[in-house]
Nanobody, 116 residues
Framework: QVQLVESGGGLVQPGGSLRLSCAASGFTFSVYVMNWYRQAPGKERELVATISSAGGSTNYADSVKGRFTISRDNVKKTVALQMNSLKREDTAVYYC?????????WGQGTQVTVSS
């Protein structure tokens, strides 16, 4: 059974940090491109970060460049999103996504709230 399970969300003050994690199971994680998306209330889901299957290539939305870092561990089958210098506008539900050869899997999401 394919599963993507996000964790690490929560409430943080502006300027703070959080580390999200996504644990994968039920598929060959190491061949999949992994993404982090987010969706704020009333807004469309947007792509935040991408990492290639081997981890050698990453891309970020302009809004998070220099603040967020995506990484993966193909042995542990996890992908992480380190979020620093958080802003109120980073408040959203964060989702991980796995894509390869027509296969497309999503996690259930984890809430991140940036507020004082």
């Amino acid at each position: 059974q394919v599963q993507l399970v996000e964790s690490g969300g929560g409430l943080v003050q502006p300027g703070g940090s959080l580390r999200l994690s996504c644990a994968a199971s039920g598929f060959t994680f190491s061949v999949y491109v992994m993404n982090w998306y987010r969706q704020a209330p009333g807004k469309e889901r947007e792509l935040v970060a991408t990492i290639s299957s081997a981890g050698g290539s990453t891309n970020y939305a302009d809004s998070v460049k220099g603040r967020f870092t995506i990484s993966r561990d193909n042995v542990k089958k996890t992908v992480a999103l380190q979020m620093n210098s958080l802003k109120r506008e980073d408040t959203a539900v964060y989702y991980c996504r796995a894509r390869w050869s027509g296969n497309d899997y999503w996690g259930q999401g984890t809430q991140v709230t940036v507020s004082s």
